[in-house]
């Protein structure tokens, strides 16, 4: 998710295990370690582009690494706040600051190494990485608890806020599980066969939602709300396997090739070779020139062909959220 909401689910936590003892200071330290896994991203700007994309959301949001990490930083905690609270306490608070970040995570398309070194990563792609919907309640609690000197009001007003954000997140859950069954229902009426299907919503709401299938030779993208009346269409892009062959053993393609865990197609542009990770979707879909929310373009260099991220320009982010905000009324 967002910093924001990270940082205002650390505070959270770190009220809920350690708000009488602490008062407002939890929300510094709920703060800090509610931003501690993200600073892989700041790892990845000395790296390699696609290696810094690599890493995210890898050591840094492993349960390996919090266990470790808890009893450390909780020792510094305690020696910091040595008259208020002890190791075990501060420990506790550590841990689950840090392991409510990851589970947090595992909510979006991204997902997380949460089992590293483990490759996999879980991600069960029911909400998007910023949603207001989620955030708001917490902050609103947060605000309430920070003008709060009473214990148990604290203590009342956090799990409230606490408690609807999770509802909120839960429903992401069953949302998602009806969206699926809608586009599998598309699918088998219009006698589509296919492999795979994943299913995701669009930014910042819940009603909106995006479906990747795919068949033997191509990939389908589709879409749904849940104030659609008419049936649900889908707009096919070909595998391109034959410009696959061209990138064959390029590092970059095949780091990015994982990093898309396979869902991805080669394009070609005036000669110019460009990697589409298809999971995130378009940020505008014209049939002639599609172009991908997250695109890489291969430019050769003295050595070797290198892949580097096409720019995207804020008039295309608004452009699109202004397609979802009509979409998502219905068709």
């Known amino acids: 998710m967002d910093s924001l909401t990270q940082i205002v689910l650390g505070i959270a936590v770190a009220e809920v295990c350690v708000g009488k003892k602490l008062k407002n200071r939890t929300f510094l330290y709920g703060a800090i370690l509610g931003t501690i896994p993200d600073l892989d991203v700041v790892i990845g700007l000395f790296l390699n582009p696609i290696d810094g994309i690599m890493i995210h959301r890898g050591i840094s949001h492993s349960l390996i690494l919090f266990l470790f990490l808890s009893p450390f ?3 510094i905690i305690s020696k910091i706040e040595k008259n208020k609270i002890n190791f075990l306490g501060a420990t506790s608070m550590v841990f689950w600051c840090l392991f409510t970040h990851v589970l947090l995570d595992m909510f979006t398309s991204w997902g997380t190494q949460i089992l590293w070194p ?7 792609k029911t909400i998007f990485v910023i949603d207001p919907l989620y955030t708001i309640p917490l902050l609103l609690s947060l605000i309430i608890v920070w003008k709060t000197n009473k214990v148990l009001l604290r203590k009342k007003y956090i799990r409230r806020g606490l408690y609807i954000s999770s509802a909120y997140l839960f429903l ?7 969206a699926l069954n809608q586009f599998e229902k598309a699918l088998t009426k219009q006698e589509i066969q296919y492999s795979e299907i994943i299913v995701k919503p ?15 030779d191509k990939y389908l993208l589709g879409d749904y709300s849940l104030f659609d009346s008419q049936p649900i269409s889908f707009t096919s892009y070909a595998k391109n396997t034959d410009l696959d062959r061209q990138l ?7 780091k990015l090739k994982k990093v898309s865990e396979g869902w991805y197609i080669v394009s070609k542009q005036n000669e110019t070779l460009y990697f589409n990770d298809l999971r995130f979707g378009l940020l505008n879909d014209n049939p002639k020139q599609p ?17 580097v991220e096409v720019t995207k320009e804020k ?17």
Do not use: P
């Open 248 to 254: 064959i053993g390029n590092s970059d393609f095949e």
């Open 315 to 331: 008039r295309d982010g608004k452009r699109l959220l202004q397609k979802i905000f009509k979409r998502l009324k219905g068709n």
């Open 73 to 75: 930083l909780g020792w």
């Open 172 to 178: 992401s859950c069953f949302i998602k599980l009806y």
């Open 202 to 216: 669009t930014a910042f709401n819940l009603i909106l939602w995006n479906a990747n299938i795919a068949t033997s």
């Open 291 to 307: 172009q991908f929310a997250f695109s890489y373009k291969f430019i050769q260099t003295d050595s070797e062909l290198k892949a």
């Open 118 to 124: 483990l490759n996999h990563r879980f991600a069960l």
